[in-house]
């Protein structure tokens, strides 16, 4: 219980930093941006540099915002909240420079504890595929069977996944375990990577 209760916080700081992110941080820069584009308006055709320099700064602080949009997407995105992980999963899958097929298959919102370490799982296993797995495709599978919430990430890549290197793929195992649920990486060398866990889907 008390291994839940650290998870249940460290979600929900989780949550915080992504509403600082979006409300706070992201607001300012979208002011600034348009902000710098009024300035930019007033400033005599004539005065080239200051325009490109103006011109500089705005195209920067567009790219902050950008990136800062990256970061809290990669925390938990908006459309999680309000739509829950159907859209919120069809999103990673397009925004994935390897080629992603969907298979879900759950009705309704789940809490939202799991949905957002089901959201955790694919958005690691996916950003992993990106960075190591020299894959084509990769597949992701949701269903619920029984009271369990099942979700597998599988590659055809090269596979040698080691489980144990890398803070993201431990913290995720030790938060559905602390859920109740189960977590294993399947990934013999040359044939790809398989990540399954089973979460209940209501405690």
Do not use: W
Request: charged residues 25%; negative net charge; aromatic residues 2%.
């Amino acid at each position: 219980m008390a291994t839940a209760r650290v998870v249940a916080a460290s979600d929900e700081t989780r949550r915080q930093i992504e509403r600082d992110l979006h409300d706070g941080a992201g607001q300012r820069l979208i002011e600034i941006g348009h902000a710098l584009r009024a300035v930019e308006s007033l400033v005599p055709e004539d005065l080239t540099e200051l325009r490109e320099r103006l011109q500089h700064i705005g195209e920067g602080t567009a790219l902050a915002i950008k990136e800062l949009r990256e970061l809290s997407h990669g925390i938990h995105p908006a459309i999680l909240s309000k739509g829950g992980l159907e859209p919120a999963l069809t999103m990673l899958a397009h925004r994935s420079v390897v080629p992603v097929e969907l298979d879900m298959a759950v009705d309704g919102r789940l809490p939202e504890r799991v949905e957002a370490i089901v959201y955790d799982i694919v958005f690691e296993a996916l950003t992993n595929v990106a960075k190591h797995a020299r894959a084509s495709l990769a597949c992701v599978e949701l269903h619920m069977k029984g009271t369990e919430v099942r979700v597998a990430v599988r590659d055809d890549g090269i596979g040698g996944a080691d489980p144990t290197d890398g803070a993201g793929l431990i913290g995720l195992s030790d938060r559905i375990q602390a859920l109740g649920g189960t977590f294993e990486i399947d990934s013999p060398a040359g044939h790809g990577t398989l990540l399954t866990a089973a979460i209940p889907s209501r405690r």
